[in-house]
């Protein structure tokens, strides 16, 4: 049995370690509360643009547009937005391991936040060319303005013809408890990468008009489509970084306190037991003096 | 008679979704009235101010660059602002036109840095419009 001195020392190390999960549980918690309105008050607009973005798929083969039509594909970026710190559960894990499944030779990745990077940095890699063609930063209040830089990025090499199409992966935010991984592929836009999976809706009955001409709108549409898209990925993955922390520290902090409780227990019954054998040894001695 | 479903969204949310009974929108092309059973079209709108009509009623909006798709019995206009009249404050926007005003004048901005304070202008003088025009006398 520990000494109670040890005991008493390792009930301290464990509240201590208790008062900063909990300090960071709050602010996680407030930061959460502020990233997941950022993302949900975006839903409605991203959807709508979405939308109309969806509505113009089916006229693709007329309008001609490179970012509508789809080309052999030689090589592939993917978008990656984890977190740049770590302490937040699982949440960068789910969305690696899915992307080290379909990690190919063909795909080059483009980094935003720390973690994004140096988990890329130590995919196997076959060709010797770098894997990572670019990294950004995150911050927790990007703006659509710093946001739009990746995008441009990304538009650029895709017209240069230096990549033929751009997937994302980022943590989609569902609710405080659940966060779920999502890499879908975003240019060229086709059908599959806007409907996700759901019926796509019923082809719009006249074909549309535009306004300007339907190569101004979608030059300017498009692109704007893709910024925003990617805007709101990161203010998607953050909520979620900021839920999926907030949750991790809170079970750290309650297993903290359940371990202060059985140490506790343990330092009682120690305790218990010097003092009565420390009776006994004084009884002890009183009757062999008498 | 029909009506149209007017629904107006920007990043910050849904700003307006009911009824009206005609819409005049700032497209690229000039301002444009829309009725029910309008002619599909998607356009692109700039900044300037939106009305909608209802019965004897008059909604005043400010609303940014973004982009309006219109069907017979809806329009969905996505905007990076929408303003309702009231919500304009007047001071605070000619100030801001003042400020963007120097900055295009004076300093060197680099071409991202000009196309945002540019799109600041435009958005400002928006409101302002709205805001002088319908002004109680």
Known sequence: MASTREIRRRIRSVKNTAQITKAMQMVAASKMRRA???????????????????????????????LLNPRPVRRRAVLVIATDKGLCGSLNTNLFRELFRRHGNDRVYVSVGRKARSFLASLPNSTGATLLAADFELRDNLTFRESKRISRFLLD?????????????????VNALVQTTEIR????????SLSQ??????????????????????DALLPFFVDWNIYQAILDSLASEHSARMI?????????????????????????????????EIATAQIALE | ????????????????????????????????????????????????????????????LAVGEGFARISAERVVLLSDMAL???????????????????????????????????????RSLAQLKVKRRHRPA
């Open chain 1, 185 to 192: 592929p975003l240019i060229p836009l086709a059908p599959e």
């Open chain 1, 36 to 66: 997941q309105l950022r993302a949900l008050e975006g839903r409605p607009y991203h959807k709508l643009l979405e939308e109309i973005a969806q509505s113009l798929v089916p006229q693709a083969g007329q309008l001609r547009h490179p």
């Open chain 1, 157 to 173: 090499k895709f017209s240069s013809g230096e990549i033929d199409a751009i997937e994302i992966a980022h943590s989609h935010f």
């Open chain 1, 248 to 280: 991790a520290m809170k079970n750290a902090t309650e297993n903290a306190k359940q371990l202060v409780g059985d140490l506790t227990l343990e330092y009682n019954r120690a305790r218990q037991e010097g003092i009565t054998r420390e009776i006994l």
């Open chain 1, 197 to 218: 999976g759901q019926p796509a809706a019923a082809a719009p009955e006249v074909p549309d008009n535009f306004e300007p001409s339907p190569e101004e709108l979608l």
């Open chain 2, 84 to 122: 309702y009249e009231e919500e304009i404050e007047e001071a605070k926007v000619a100030e801001a036109v003042e400020r963007a005003q120097q900055a295009l004048r004076q300093k060197e901005l680099g071409e991202e840095e000009q196309a945002a304070t540019a799109a600041l202008l435009a």
């Open chain 2, 1 to 60: 008679m029909s009506q149209l479903q007017v629904h107006i969204v920007t990043p910050e949310g849904v700003r307006f979704a009911q009824d009206a009974d005609m819409v005049t929108l700032p497209g690229v092309e000039g301002e444009m009235g829309v009725f029910p059973n309008h002619e599909p079209l998607i356009t692109r709108i700039v900044p300037g101010e939106l009305v909608l009509q209802t019965g004897e009623e008059r909604k005043v």
